[in-house]
């Protein structure tokens, strides 16, 4: 299991003991406050869904990272993603396969990685083609799929999440609960259980949500 879901009870008590966790659309001039959002929306199909013969691992989770905070806080920020002409909210960060205690990461792939087409393909999804690269290098290796199919089931995972109304352009800076923000992506995502879902902050603001996954 991931440590965000490990450790989910702890993490979630501090944050709450500093009150509340904060939420923007725009900081300090990285992001333009009231941007729009790109990425997980809507329902994916449940079908064609890309799952090796013998999956090396028991389930998914999907990171969607909160890219004013990452912006903020990283030390050689990524252009493209915090500068670029594209405005962000929840991107995907990627989508890592997982034991039922422990991941892999940086395995030796058995299929072929993705070529230039793939991961030009890839865009779409990521905020930058660097993060792109990176995903498939430190998880796209160990999920038994090619890169092609990497990406295929990594753009059905995103679909599958609906971001809810209230996270999907903040206009302004906005404080909820850990636990509202957990509310707020069940009511959105029927079927989603507490104990799917992990939110991860630094300090009080809002870094990541992480979702599971199974192998459909």
Same mark, same amino acid.
């Given at each position: 299991m991931?440590?965000?879901?490990?450790?989910?009870?702890?993490?979630?008590?501090?944050v709450?003991a500093g009150?509340l966790?904060?939420?923007?659309?725009?900081?300090?001039?990285?992001?333009l *406050?009231?941007a729009?959002?790109?990425?997980?929306?809507g329902?994916a199909?449940?079908?064609?869904?890309?799952v090796p013969?013998r999956p090396?691992f028991d389930f998914?989770?999907?990171?969607l990272?909160?890219?004013p905070?990452w912006?903020?806080d990283a030390e050689?920020?990524?252009?493209?993603?915090?500068n670029? *002409?594209?405005?962000?909210?929840? #991107?995907v960060?990627g989508l890592?396969?997982?034991?039922e205690?422990g991941?892999p990461?940086s395995c030796?792939?058995?299929?072929?990685?993705?070529d230039?087409?793939?991961?030009e393909?890839a865009?779409?999804?990521?905020?930058?083609p660097?993060?792109?690269r990176?995903q498939?290098?430190?998880?796209?290796?160990?999920?038994?799929?090619d890169g092609?199919?990497?990406?295929?089931v990594?753009?059905l995972?995103a679909?599958?999440?609906q971001?809810?109304?209230?996270l999907s352009?903040?206009?302004d800076?906005?404080s909820m609960r #850990?636990s509202?923000i957990?509310?707020?992506?069940?009511a959105?995502n029927p079927g989603?259980a507490?104990?799917?879902?992990a939110?991860?902050?630094?300090?009080?603001r809002?870094r990541?949500v992480?979702v599971?996954?199974?192998?459909?």
């Amino acid at each position: 299991m991931h440590p965000a879901f490990r450790g989910k009870r702890i993490m979630k008590r501090a944050v709450l003991a500093g009150g509340l966790l904060l939420l923007a659309a725009g900081v300090a001039g990285l992001l333009l *406050p009231g941007a729009g959002q790109t990425g997980p929306t809507g329902a994916a199909p449940r079908k064609n869904v890309p799952v090796p013969d013998r999956p090396p691992f028991d389930f998914y989770v999907l990171a969607l990272s909160w890219s004013p905070t990452w912006c903020a806080d990283a030390e050689r920020p990524d252009p493209q993603q915090c500068n670029g *002409p594209r405005p962000f909210g929840f #991107v995907v960060h990627g989508l890592w396969p997982q034991f039922e205690r422990g991941y892999p990461r940086s395995c030796t792939p058995s299929a072929r990685p993705p070529d230039r087409d793939t991961l030009e393909a890839a865009q779409a999804l990521y905020p930058s083609p660097r993060l792109a690269r990176m995903q498939w290098e430190r998880h796209g290796t160990c999920s038994g799929l090619d890169g092609a199919d990497y990406f295929t089931v990594t753009r059905l995972a995103a679909a599958a999440v609906q971001i809810p109304a209230p996270l999907s352009s903040p206009r302004d800076w906005t404080s909820m609960r #850990v636990s509202d923000i957990e509310q707020a992506f069940m009511a959105a995502n029927p079927g989603l259980a507490a104990d799917g879902i992990a939110v991860e902050a630094r300090g009080n603001r809002l870094r990541e949500v992480r979702v599971c996954l199974d192998l459909d």
